[in-house]
C-alpha cells in the first residue's frame, strides 16, 4: 500500500517543492548519465553522501545537506519524489517558501544525524531525501492530522484506492519505521531506518511553534484537522475486486 494523493491540494503554487523535486530528479539524471563506474560512484559518494565515520571523525558536516539530494536509483527516486509532491504542497503553504526550504533542509540534517547516532563509526554512506520528506510528514501530521489521503492497495490480482485520515496513514508509516529501527543493522547497509523515524520526530518538533501560533487545538477545531482549503473532487475509482452476489 502506498499513498497517492491527498484531498487538499494547495490553492497557491509550491515553488520550493516543484523545485526540490526538479532538483533531484536532474541530479539522478545526471548521476545516471556521468557517473556509471564503480570508482566514479564511490568518488561522489566519499564526498557527497553522509558517511557516519566522517561526521564522527569532524569532517564532511556538508554531506548532511548534499546527501539528501543523491539516490540509489530510480525506485528511491520515486517514492521519495511521490511522497514530497504529496505532502509537500499545503506544509509550505503553511509555513511560506522560504521557511519551508529551511525547515526540509534542517529536516534533512536532523535525520541524518539520527542515522550518525545509531552507529557513528559505520562507514556505510548514506542517501537520499527520505529523512527530510520524512520530517514533511511529520510537520503535515501535526498541522492536519485528519486530511484525507488516497491510499492505493493492491493485492495480488486486484487492486482498490481508498481514502484514510492522515493519522492512520502516517502513524502506522512512522511506526513501521520506529519497528524497523531498534532491528536494524546499519552496518550492513539497507534502508536508513533511523534517518526515517529521527526524520519525522524532527519535523513535528520544528513545526511544533506554528501550530501553537495558529492556536494549537484550537487551529484543529477551525480547520477539522484538514488543510484550510476546499477539498478536490475526484471521479470514483472503479476497482477489480470481484463482487460475490448472495443467493
Known amino acids: 500500500m502506498f499513498p497517492i494523493r491527498d484531498h487538499n491540494p494547495s490553492e497557491r503554487i509550491p515553488y520550493v517543492t516543484y523545485v526540490l523535486i526538479a532538483i533531484n530528479i536532474v541530479i539522478w539524471g545526471w548521476g545516471a548519465v556521468f557517473v556509471t563506474t564503480n570508482a566514479q560512484v564511490n568518488s561522489l559518494y566519499l564526498h557527497y ?3 557516519p565515520i566522517l561526521i ?3 569532517e564532511n558536516y556538508s554531506s548532511l545537506i548534499t546527501s539528501t539530494f543523491l539516490h540509489a536509483g ?4 520515486a517514492g521519495n519524489m511521490l511522497f514530497l509532491f504529496i505532502f509537500g504542497d499545503n506544509l509550505e503553504d503553511e509555513m511560506g517558501h ?3 526550504l529551511l ?3 534542517a529536516c534533512g540534517a536532523a535525520a541524518d544525524l539520527a542515522q550518525w547516532a545509531a552507529d557513528p563509526m559505520s562507514a556505510v554512506p548514506t542517501v ?3 529523512g527530510a520528506i520524512a520530517g514533511v510528514m511529520g510537520g503535515y501530521l501535526l498541522l ?3 486530511a484525507k489521503v488516497d491510499i492505493f492497495a493492491f493485492f495480488v490480482v486486484f487492486f482498490r484506492i481508498f481514502p484514510v485520515p492522515a493519522w492512520i ?3 502506522l508509516w512512522f511506526g513501521l519505521q520506529l519497528f524497523n529501527s531498534i532491528g536494524s543493522d546499519t552496518a550492513g547497509g539497507g534502508v536508513a531506518y533511523w534517518a526515517h523515524s529521527g526524520g519525522f520526530v524532527i519535523g513535528m518538533i520544528f513545526t511544533l511553534p506554528l501550530w501553537l501560533r495558529r492556536g494549537a487545538v484550537g487551529f484543529w477545531d477551525k480547520t477539522h484537522g484538514h488543510p484550510p482549503h476546499p477539498a478536490a473532487k475526484y471521479p470514483i475509482q472503479n476497482t477489480r475486486i470481484p463482487k460475490v452476489r448472495r443467493k
Open 128 to 130: 537520499g531525501a527520505s
Open 103 to 105: 525547515f526540509y533542509l
Open 49 to 51: 553522501a553522509m558517511i
Open 169 to 171: 496513514m502516517l502513524g
Open 56 to 58: 564522527t571523525e569532524g
Open 98 to 100: 522560504l521557511p519551508y
Open 74 to 77: 530510480p525506485l528511491h527516486l
Open 144 to 146: 492536519f492530522p485528519k
